[in-house]
Nanobody, 122 residues
Framework: VQLVESGGGSVQAGGSLRLSCAASGYAISRYCMGWIRQAPGKEREGVATVASDGVTSYADSVKGRFTISRDNAKNTLYLQMNSLKPEDTAMYYC??????????????????WGQGTQVTVS
């Protein structure tokens, strides 16, 4: 089981980035998938989830700016980030699990995590 994130980078405030997470070793179609982030000196926090049926949930801090989606045929998860703010600067991790309800506040309990991709907003 492997999750590999990509798409991070440096962007100015107000800009956009699209993160991707490619999964291998299993089919994500039956999993709840999500994104977690950790800012420097802060605890990890859940950002967004998308269930196997496409239902999404978002932390209040990103609601209306970020969009999570999945392409089961490509076994890939996405996070479209618009109107980025300096406080969005963090390492972003994708995660997968199917043991819990698929809500953003449950993400830190997920078993499978990627290595992360850095997002820096200035």
């Amino acid at each position: 089981v492997q999750l590999v994130e990509s798409g991070g980078g440096s962007v100015q405030a107000g800009g956009s980035l699209r993160l991707s997470c490619a999964a291998s070793g299993y089919a994500i179609s039956r999993y709840c998938m999500g994104w977690i982030r950790q800012a420097p000196g802060k605890e990890r926090e859940g950002v967004a989830t998308v269930a196997s049926d496409g239902v999404t949930s978002y932390a209040d801090s990103v609601k209306g700016r970020f969009t999570i989606s999945r392409d089961n045929a490509k076994n890939t998860l996405y996070l479209q980030m618009n109107s980025l703010k300096p406080e969005d600067t963090a390492m972003y991790y994708c995660a997968a699990d199917r043991r819990f309800g698929c809500m953003w506040y449950q993400l830190l309990r997920f078993a499978d995590w990627g290595q992360g991709t850095q997002v820096t907003v200035s």
